[in-house]
């Protein structure tokens, strides 16, 4: 196993109750490990389509990433930010996991069923920090409402109606829609 992976494998397993343990469960037949969360960090999910876009938008600032898993059977993402013994979160389909929460993880170098890391820790404690997180998702959360809008014929700009003439397939009139 090189440095790298080493570390990174090292300071996950720590957050276990017992590190060797995890480790053996990292190499059997699920390769996937209970965590404890609160006290190295915490873990803020969201579903997919906002989570995906909020990771591209923390991946264009300058600084070092924290760990951020995926769990494609449930279609959430989660980012891992500092341990927060107050910390809430609010919003639509929001789950914070803090002390006494415990999340399934794969080991650092690779993905286990449906677990696999968008970015996986580097060993260096690196974590995300929550008022960038905040930020891109509201950033994503605006993304999405757009594309939605357009979807449904309003302007993604202002969200006022307008009115299509686009032809279906079948080369009918398509009907016009107008936001009321």
Same mark, same amino acid.
């Given at each position: 196993?090189?440095? @790298?992976?080493?570390?990174?494998?090292?300071? %996950?397993?720590?957050?276990?109750?017992?590190?060797?343990?995890?480790?053996?469960?990292?190499?059997?037949?699920?390769? /996937?490990?209970? %965590?404890?969360?609160?006290?190295?960090?915490? *873990? $803020?999910? *969201?579903?997919?389509?906002?989570?995906?876009? @909020?990771?591209?938008?923390?991946?264009? /600032?300058?600084?070092?990433?924290?760990?951020?898993?995926?769990?494609?059977?449930?279609?959430?993402?989660?980012?891992?930010?500092?341990?927060?013994?107050?910390?809430?979160?609010?919003?639509?389909?929001?789950?914070?996991?803090?002390?006494?929460?415990?999340?399934?993880?794969? @080991?650092?170098?690779?993905?286990?069923?449906? $677990?696999?890391?968008? *970015?996986?820790?580097?060993?260096?404690?690196?974590?995300?920090?929550?008022?960038?997180?905040?930020?891109? %998702? &509201?950033? @994503?959360?605006?993304? %999405?409402?757009?594309?939605?809008?357009?979807?449904?014929?309003?302007?993604?700009?202002? #969200?006022? #109606?307008?009115?299509?003439?686009? &032809?279906?397939?079948?080369?009918?009139?398509?009907? *016009?829609?107008?936001?009321?």
């Amino acid at each position: 196993m090189r440095g @790298a992976q080493r570390r990174a494998e090292e300071w %996950l397993a720590a957050a276990a109750t017992d590190p060797r343990a995890c480790k053996r469960q990292w190499a059997g037949e699920t390769g /996937i490990a209970m %965590l404890a969360c609160g006290r190295f960090w915490d *873990v $803020l999910t *969201v579903p997919e389509d906002l989570g995906v876009l @909020a990771l591209d938008a923390l991946l264009c /600032i300058p600084q070092t990433p924290g760990p951020t898993l995926a769990d494609t059977g449930s279609r959430r993402v989660g980012f891992f930010l500092p341990p927060d013994p107050h910390g809430r979160w609010i919003g639509p389909d929001i789950r914070y996991a803090g002390r006494g929460s415990w999340i399934a993880v794969p @080991a650092p170098h690779r993905a286990a069923g449906r $677990l696999r890391w968008l *970015v996986p820790p580097d060993g260096s404690g690196a974590l995300f920090v929550p008022a960038a997180v905040e930020l891109a %998702l &509201q950033q @994503a959360l605006g993304t %999405l409402a757009a594309l939605a809008d357009a979807r449904d014929g309003r302007c993604p700009v202002c #969200g006022g #109606g307008r009115t299509t003439t686009a &032809q279906p397939a079948s080369g009918g009139a398509a009907p *016009v829609r107008r936001r009321r």
